[in-house]
Structures are given as C-alpha cells and as structure tokens.
Nanobody
Framework: QVQLVASGGGLVQAGGSLRLSCAAS????????VGWFRQAPGKEREFVATINWSGSTTVYAASVKGRFTISRDNAKNTMYLQMSSLKPEDTAVYYC?????????????????WGQGTQVTVSS
C-alpha cells in the first residue's frame, strides 16, 4: 500500500511559478514510478508528467514540456512538480500518483494509488 499527500497548490498570476510536493508513505518509495495528473472542471483527468523509480527518466505532456519539471527525492519519500510560466489553462486540481512498478507511465489506468489533489488556479 502507498499513501500520498499532495501540497503546494494555490493562486498565482499568469507567468508565475509554483512547486507542488507529494509526500509518500507505506511501500519503499524507490520501488515504484510516480506521476502527476490534473483535472479541470468538466474535463477528464489528464497526464502531466512522470518519472521512473531512480529519476533517470522523465516524460512530459506536450502542453507542459519546457515549463514544468518533475523530480523526486527518494531519501525524503517525496516527489515534486516545479511549474513555471504558468498559464490560465493550467488551472486544475493536480493529483500525484504511484504505479505498481519501477517504470514511468502516462496512463491513468497504470496507477494504483492517488493523492487527494491540490488546487492550482492561474489568473490572467
């Protein structure tokens, strides 16, 4: 079992930055890949970024590539999403998720555990 607690969301102006954190507990953090997803009102949950167990591989959605950076600190059992050059269309609830293996994954169905979500609102 894995428990995830996301934090760091808030209200920011367009062009600003935020860093989301997700603290994990339960299974050994370095034994699984993790990812970030987001869901805007009336829309499906969509992939944002993912990182494998060691941090050696990262994959991003085209809409955030070059603006967002996913990372993890296995010693602290924590993953991060650094978001820069934020746009109003980045407004959503952001969820962290953990897979059941060490790889990276971009599909919602590949993840077994989910955090509670943290709201990010970008004003224009």
């Amino acid at each position: 079992q894995v428990q995830l607690v996301a934090s760091g969301g808030g209200l920011v102006q367009a062009g600003g930055s935020l860093r989301l954190s997700c603290a994990a507990s339960g299974r050994t953090f370095s034994s699984y890949g993790v990812g970030w997803f987001r869901q805007a009102p009336g829309k499906e949950r969509e992939f944002v970024a993912t990182i494998n167990w060691s941090g050696s591989t990262t994959v991003y959605a085209a809409s955030v590539k070059g603006r967002f950076t996913i990372s993890r600190d296995n010693a602290k059992n924590t993953m991060y999403l650094q978001m820069s050059s934020l746009k109003p269309e980045d407004t959503a609830v952001y969820y962290c998720a953990a897979a059941n293996d060490r790889g990276w994954h971009s599909q919602v169905s590949d993840y077994a555990y989910w955090g509670q979500g943290t709201q990010v609102t970008v004003s224009s």
